[in-house]
T-cell receptor, first 115, second 116 residues
Framework: DQQVKQNSPSLSVQEGRISILNCDYT??????FLWYKKYPAEGPTFLIS?????DKNEDGRFTVFLNKSAKHLSLHIVPSQPGDSAVYFC??????????????FGQGTILTVHP | GAGVSQSPSNKVTEKGKDVELRCDPI?????LYWYRQRLGQGLEFLIY????????KSGLPSDRFSAERTGESVSTLTIQRTQQEDSAVYLC??????????????FGSGTRLTVV
């Protein structure tokens, strides 16, 4: 029972273009969402997050959009750079409950940005 | 140290043997988490520590898995009688306070466990 799904295992984008990574969730109790980035042989690093009271959060080249009715979020990277090539994980939390930071992760999407 | 440190970075073990994986969290971080990532899958929650207590062990797959934390610092994940399906990258993360998800918590680089 996968509560957080990233249906695209991989994405290939040209440098300078937009990268759009998608994530769907099924548990309506999730109210906080995060994106992590992972390079090979390293642990995931936090990238950006969004609370369910918002529909957009922006940080430099990274923007996360949340569509609660569709239970869908996306990460936009503009412009994409070769250094953005990594695995991107979507994660969700029930922060409004008795949360202590237990996250539910998607399977990840491998992003490759070509020069 | 500056980050979360895990050892060993790689471990190959024979089926049926016991293994111990170690995590040194960031100094002062009271919350500590263990996750694992099997090939082609997302990260699965295993256990959460607040201080030396483990209020949530719900992700431990079987009674072959156990974990402890001492001195509100180092944590050890032990897998007894390893099976091939235990092969995965085991990741440890820590945060200053529980609910570190609001700012994201800090992961270590993981231990890649291969059971042959």
């Amino acid at each position: 029972d996968q509560q957080v799904k990233q249906n695209s295992p991989s994405l290939s984008v040209q440098e300078g273009r937009i990268s759009i990574l998608n994530c769907d969730y099924t548990n309506s109790m999730f109210d906080y969402f995060l994106w992590y980035k992972k390079y090979p042989a390293e642990g995931p690093t936090f990238l950006i997050s969004i609370s369910s009271i918002k529909d957009k959060n922006e940080d430099g080249r990274f923007t996360v959009f949340l569509n609660k009715s569709a239970k869908h979020l996306s990460l936009h990277i503009v412009p994409s750079q070769p250094g953005d090539s990594a695995v991107y994980f979507c994660a969700a939390d029930n922060a409004g409950g008795t949360s202590y930071g237990k996250l539910t992760f998607g399977q990840g999407t491998i992003l490759t940005v070509h020069p | 140290g500056a980050g979360v440190s895990q050892s060993p970075s790689n471990k190959v073990t024979e089926k049926g043997k016991d293994v111990e994986l170690r995590c040194d969290p960031i100094s002062g971080h009271t919350a500590l988490y263990w996750y694992r990532q099997r090939l082609g899958q997302g990260l699965e929650f295993l256990i959460y520590f607040q201080g030396n207590s483990a209020p949530d062990k719900s992700g431990l797959p079987s009674d072959r898995f156990s974990a402890e934390r001492t001195g509100e610092s180092v944590s050890t994940l032990t897998i007894q009688r390893t099976q091939q399906e235990d092969s995965a990258v085991y990741l440890c993360a820590s945060s200053l306070v529980p609910g570190g998800s609001f700012g994201g918590y800090t992961f270590g680089s993981g231990t890649r466990l291969t059971v042959v």
